[in-house]
Every structure is written in structure tokens, then in C-alpha cells.
């Protein structure tokens, strides 16, 4: 069985001007350690993640206490937000329709099928591994709808401002199995 860990990032600084560089906030440092007790008895052997910094930065010391790199795949970064991508309607309107995005943005099957892509190679390269990855809320709710279609923009909305959330889930092979949430700290800004 390869089990996946998915961690959403933890709170990080939403008035960052560049979503790629953006830093955990003081409370997200700190919380980011709940993602090392959480898993550090677990035998993790690869460490993924989206190369957004706060995706990186929140899995860190979990690869340094295991003595592990952290190798990025752009492909598990955050859907690009356009022009009032952060909106309520807007989300509702995406995850309505996955070939719906705002202005500038990027739709839900396109984040969909580049975030599916790198987990089916990942799944093929360490099978029957334990692996985390660091992601992003929307990155990992697409992964989740992939596999499990009910999974939707209530469920989305659930861990909006859940950060970090960590969620495992059991593959044989490609075939998905289960999943179990994991950790969920809800962080309102």
C-alpha cells in the first residue's frame, strides 16, 4: 500500500504580494510544528511539495528531523487566482463549473489534471512508499474530487481557513482506497 500524505500549508501572510514567495505568519511557524508531531514517528520515505515557500516552509522541519530532502514539482502548486479569485462567488462559480475561472485566473480542471498528473507519476515512482506533500487548499480539494467526486465546494469551504490540514490517502497501485483527515487547525486571519 503507498500512502499519501497531503499538508496543506499552514496560516501564511495573505497581504504578501507574491503568491509564490508568500511567508508563514508567526502563528503558521508555529503551527507548523503540529504537521512534525503529527507524523514523526511515521516511517515518511519521500518528501514532495509545491515550491511555494509556506508549502515548503511547512513541511521543513519534518524533513530535517527525518533527515530528508524536500524535492518541488511545480504542478502541485495553488491555482493561479485572477481577479477577485479570493470572491465566495467566484468559488462557488469554479467549483459549479470546472471550466469556469475569473479573469486572469486558472479554471479547476486545469489545477485538476496537472495535480492528478503528478500524483499518478508519483504513485508509480515510490510505490508502496510513505509520502508527503506539501500543497495547497485548493490543490489538495482537487486531488480529493478526483478520486472522490462527492467531494465538493461545501467540503472546500470546510477547511477554507483550516491551515495546517493534513490528509492521508491509501492507494494500491493507482487504485484509490480510502482517505482520513488527519489534522485540522482551523486558522482564521
Request: glycine share 6%.
Amino acid at each position: 500500500m503507498t500512502r499519501v500524505y497531503l499538508v496543506r500549508h499552514a496560516q501564511s501572510d495573505r497581504l504578501w504580494p507574491h503568491d509564490n514567495t508568500k511567508p508563514l505568519t508567526p502563528l503558521g511557524l508555529e503551527e507548523r510544528h503540529k504537521v512534525t508531531r503529527l507524523l514523526e514517528t511515521i516511517p515518511i520515505d519521500v518528501f514532495l511539495s509545491s515550491p511555494f515557500k509556506r508549502s515548503v516552509d511547512t513541511i521543513s522541519p519534518l524533513s530535517e528531523l527525518l533527515g530528508k530532502s524536500i524535492h518541488t514539482d511545480a504542478r502541485f502548486r495553488e491555482r493561479m487566482p485572477g481577479e477577485n479569485g479570493y470572491a465566495v462567488e467566484m468559488l462557488e462559480k469554479r467549483w459549479a463549473d470546472f471550466g469556469f475561472c475569473e479573469e486572469g485566473g486558472e479554471t479547476i480542471a486545469g489545477t485538476q489534471k496537472r495535480n492528478v498528473e503528478a500524483l499518478r507519476e508519483t504513485l508509480d515512482a515510490f510505490r508502496g512508499k510513505s509520502i508527503v506533500i506539501g500543497t495547497h487548499g485548493t490543490a489538495m480539494s482537487v486531488i480529493i474530487n478526483h478520486y472522490d467526486p462527492s467531494f465538493g465546494c461545501d467540503d472546500f469551504k470546510r477547511i477554507w481557513h483550516v491551515m495546517p490540514y493534513v490528509i492521508r490517502l491509501d492507494f494500491e497501485g493507482q487504485e484509490y482506497i480510502s482517505r482520513e483527515e488527519l489534522l485540522f487547525v482551523e486558522s482564521f486571519h
